[in-house]
């Protein structure tokens, strides 16, 4: 009997033999992609600790995206003041910002990539190096969330907008998961707050 763990939500699948092409996760959605056997989940790999671009400038566009963070962050924890500042940082910078010229989901994909690969190797090793619980917590929702976001384009890349039609896109509006479905799951596989917590994405596939 094998084992199949999704890196997303933690769900474990038995099965005798291998997963289908088709298979998603019954509690997050994510695809095949996104499960490991669970003794190589258990074996330790050779983590890059590779710095990443801490002094690179940031585009506008980055800045109003990181600015956008924070003022979600500051509502979260009853700023409001704060949050409208930075609110209105995020908007300044979004203004600024010119369009993206390669924004396929290769270009996607490459990115979340390298944060996953890098960037949360990275973050994990200074988070635990100054004992920060907080940044831990954040380190552990951003990747599962980022794997989603991976499992999602993965898919997109097969299926195109189809995978859109005659269902909806939610969004926690706590941790950022993503959930293709016909509705929110009763709790967020990352964060576990209530379906109430998600927005419904308006739009669809043309």
Not at 14 to 38: H, I, N, Q, R, V
Not at 43 to 53: A, F, G, R, S, W
Not at 114 to 131: C, L, N, R, T
Request: charged share 30%; net charge negative.
């Amino acid at each position: 009997m094998k084992e199949y763990v999704c890196s997303v939500c933690g769900y474990v699948h038995k099965t005798d033999g291998e997963l289908p092409e088709d298979f998603k996760c019954p509690l997050c959605g994510a695809g095949k992609d996104a499960f490991k056997l669970k003794e190589d989940v258990s074996q330790k790999t050779e983590i890059n600790l590779q710095k990443p671009h801490t002094e690179k400038e940031l585009s506008p566009m980055e800045m109003s995206i990181i600015c956008s963070n924070l003022a979600r962050g500051c509502e979260k924890q009853y700023m409001p003041e704060e949050s409208e500042s930075f609110r209105k940082l995020a908007e300044f910078f979004r203004q600024k910002a010119e369009p993206v010229s390669n924004a396929g989901t290769e270009t996607l994909l490459e990115l979340i990539n390298h944060d996953i690969s890098v960037g949360f190797p990275y973050g994990k090793s200074a988070a635990e190096e100054q004992h920060d619980r907080g940044a831990l917590r954040c380190q552990v929702w951003a990747e599962k969330v980022t794997r989603m976001l991976q499992s999602l384009l993965t898919r997109y890349e097969v299926e195109g907008n189809k995978m859109f039609e005659n269902t909806g896109v939610y969004v926690c509006t706590v941790c950022g998961f993503v959930f293709v479905g016909d509705a929110p799951p009763a709790l967020c596989p990352v964060c576990k707050v209530p379906a109430w917590k998600f927005e419904k994405i308006e739009g669809g596939a043309r």
